[in-house]
């Protein structure tokens, strides 16, 4: 494996772990330019501003979530990574127009995401997390 290659695994595996522990300065430095795909909803967060609402917003409802990274690989210019998703509904969930509130329950969902990096580079230009936007309402029994 290259130098360049083992570097972008450590980005992506001090990525994650940096999300968990909320040191989101220092996730916000391990991008190029700050840019998540959500492919489980369609929706796009670009730019600093951007991505950090989206870190507040997700953690309201489980601001203990984490990941476990099950299965990492390093394919030309992308990381692919697949993990498990944890978290405790801890805060008001929105789902579509309604808001659940909190159950105390605890979820753990199996996630992919794909990073992918600019030639040369060891940023991230954007994080694609790939997912089942029920996953999580039904693993805490709310579906």
């Given at each position: 494996?290259?130098?360049?290659?083992?570097?972008?695994?450590?980005?992506?595996?001090?990525?994650?772990?940096?999300?968990?522990?909320?040191?989101?300065?220092?996730?916000?430095a391990t991008f190029a330019h700050p840019r998540?795909?959500?492919?489980?909803s369609g929706v796009v967060f670009d730019g600093e501003e951007a991505v950090r609402r989206y870190f507040a917003a997700s953690?309201?409802?489980?601001p203990d979530q984490g990941n476990e990274i099950i299965a990492i690989a390093h394919a030309g210019d992308t990381v692919l990574v697949e993990f498990w998703l944890?978290?405790?509904?801890?805060?008001?969930?929105r789902v579509g127009e309604r808001t659940i509130a909190p159950t105390g329950k605890a979820f753990r969902v199996r996630m992919a995401a794909s990073f992918e990096f600019a030639p040369?580079?060891?940023?991230?230009?954007?994080?694609?997390?790939?997912?089942?936007?029920?996953?999580?309402?039904?693993?805490?029994g709310l579906a």
């Open positions: 494996m290259t130098d360049l290659a083992e570097r972008r695994l450590k980005t992506v595996r001090d990525h994650m772990a940096l999300e968990v522990t909320h040191d989101w300065d220092a996730v916000i998540y795909e959500l492919y489980g953690r309201v409802p489980f944890t978290g405790t509904h801890k805060g008001p969930l040369g580079s060891d940023k991230i230009v954007c994080e694609r997390p790939y997912f089942d936007q029920g996953a999580v309402v039904r693993a805490l």
